[in-house]
């Protein structure tokens, strides 16, 4: 089955290179040229240190990139048998985009989206075929990490959600079937995990360093609150914190904080741009 990734950025390209590995033909497609070269020549750097460590063979390692096909191009999509969205997470974007992919795939195409936090039946509603809808919700780094949740929305075909487990297991991974809530399980349990650290840092209970200290080297965490929501990125956790907040009515559990929405507005995004919580400059 030849598969469409669409973005290119963290998600997107770690998607990418699961899928090329397990020997799918992939169209990587991202509306930035610069995302895109950026995207391919890591993995190819990525899948070559693996060769070189000896965690694949050199002939796996270069078949796969030669598996990969960067693209700016929607119309690449036409024989693919299924599309995962991996854009920015705002809904009107993800459904316009949706749109477009429709009118190039063919009709048993599987749509998904990778989405963290919107409704898959809202995404879906925007689809002539909601019926071949689901989410698909892999975690940071794709490559790394096994669980990837799967979402059927209440539009999506009896018996699909079976089919993309299957396909997703054949991936090395390990799928859990979610109901179409916010937040799916993981991001729902972690927005209290952050959201309760941003509250003892703006309490002055301790500081930051210590708090991501006692719940890694003590609490069993791998990574520490502050230093996984800079991994992650402030552009999309804040997004994602205000999207399940709107998502649950409101519901003050899981408010956000103004001190990661001032973080969201600088474009202090964390790791990728320099500077989070932490300095990385
Ligand atoms: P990112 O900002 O790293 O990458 C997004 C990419 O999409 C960019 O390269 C951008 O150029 C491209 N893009 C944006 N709009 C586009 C469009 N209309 N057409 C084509 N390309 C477009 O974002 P990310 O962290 O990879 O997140 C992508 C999605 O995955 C979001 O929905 C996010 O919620 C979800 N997600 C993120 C994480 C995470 O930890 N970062 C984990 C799981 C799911």
Redesign the pocket.
Known sequence: MTIGI?????????IAQVVAVAGHEVYL????AT??EK?TANIASTLRKLAEKGKMTAEAAQAATARLHPTTVMQDFVGCGLVI?????ELG??Q??FRQVEVVVPADCILA??????SIASIASACQRPERFIGI????PAPLMALVEIIPAVQTRAGLAEEVRALVQGWGKLPVLVKDTPGFIVNRVARPFYGEAIRLLEEGVADMATIDWVLTELGGFRMGPFALMD???H???Y??TESVFTAFFFDPRFKPSFTQKRLFEAGYYGR?SGRGFYNYA
């Open positions: 669409i973005g290119s950025g963290a998600m997107g390209a770690g497609l991202d509306q930035s995302a895109l995207a969205e991996a854009i920015v997470e974007v993800k316009q985009l989206s990778n989405t963290s936090s919107l919700h892999f975690f940071n991994f992650i990125g552009d999309v956790n997004r994602v990728k």
